[in-house]
RNA sequence: UCUUAAUCUCUU
């Protein structure tokens, strides 16, 4: 009871009130698990507080609680979240002390930390290490890896990873999509991401939020507002709502096209 | 009940 408590609290990013319940506990006699830590190390971890975390982590021995890989792996992406690579070798090393292996979540989520990093050198060579410890990567993994060589404009590779995907039997995802839709977009390349986006649509993925966005995004940063609001109306036929996002897009849009006036107006809407 | 991937902000 607790901990689905306490997770509800983190996931609203409310740490305060988890920390309540988890001191509650305490109190009223009621047995910390390994995931009721779990539970708040990722809360940690998440709202850039990995130093907290790691005290959390060395108080749950204390209380002969011992870290699984789950708990290493959200110390490891709370590190890599804040650009830490270099102390994720101390974790991992402490991880492999404790006789843990590290698992397909360990490895994305250091893939992912170097690519965000620009390091995708050493993402590269994470993915084969996976594939030499018998890990398979799977679509998370190949998401980083085109998210990233989407980010630097390398669409072409990012279209390889794509291929490279399919090839070895796995499926991309709303995400995997997406993430391709964003890179085609931000480069202006609207027929591209409109193939994606189709392709995304036929193979049984309905276009999220994050989807219209990004090509709204497109036009926008190619001076098609008319085309841009446009996509705002087709989404709300698809029940999906304008977030603080989409308006921010479109604003800066019309800011960009010296359209002052239209972009007061979206604001004030 | 716990961990990994996607969208906006001139300049940076």
Same mark, same amino acid.
């Given at each position: 009871?607790? +901990? ?6 983190? $996931? ?12 509650? =506990? ?26 907290? $975390? ?5 108080? =749950?021995? &204390? ?9 290493? +792996? ?71 890896? !085109? ?19 399919? $090839?070895?039997?796995?499926?991309? +995802? ?6 391709? !839709? ?27 939020? &994050? ?16 085309? $841009? ?20 897009? !479109? !604003?800066?849009?019309?800011?960009? +096209? ?12």
């Amino acid at each position: 009871t607790y +901990n689905i408590m306490i997770r509800g609290l983190c $996931a609203n990013g409310d740490l305060q009130n988890s920390l309540v319940l988890f001191n509650e =506990m305490e109190k009223s006699g009621c047995l910390r698990n390994v995931i009721t830590y779990n539970t708040i190390i990722g809360g940690y971890c998440k709202t850039g507080k990995v130093d907290e $975390a790691v005290e959390l982590l060395k108080l =749950m021995q &204390v209380r002969n609680l011992e870290p699984s890989v789950v708990t290493y +792996n959200a110390i490891i992406n709370g590190l890599c979240r804040e650009g830490r690579m270099k102390e994720t070798s101390e974790i991992l090393e402490e991880m492999r002390g404790k006789g843990l292996k590290p698992d397909e979540v360990t490895y994305n989520t250091l893939v992912n930390g170097y690519c965000r990093e620009g390091n995708f050198y050493q993402a590269l060579v994470l993915h084969s290490e996976m594939l030499r410890n018998g890990l398979s990567p799977d679509v998370v993994t190949y998401t980083s890896l !085109i998210n990233s060589m989407c980010k630097t404009g390398n669409l072409h590779r990012a279209m390889e990873f794509f291929d490279q995907l399919r $090839a070895r039997g796995l499926y991309p +995802n709303d995400r995997t999509y997406t993430t391709l !839709i964003v890179g085609f977009s931000q480069q202006g390349l609207m027929n591209e991401a409109y193939k994606l986006f189709n392709e995304m649509i036929s193979d049984g993925f309905p276009p999220s939020i &994050v989807t219209y966005n990004a090509l709204i995004n497109g036009h926008c940063a190619v001076g098609r507002m008319e085309d $841009a609001l446009c996509l705002t109306q087709e989404m709300e036929q698809r029940k999906l709502v304008p977030d603080v996002v989409t308006y921010s897009i !479109i !604003i800066s849009g019309f800011c960009r +096209n010296s359209e002052l006036e239209r972009a007061f107006c979206v604001k004030q809407q």
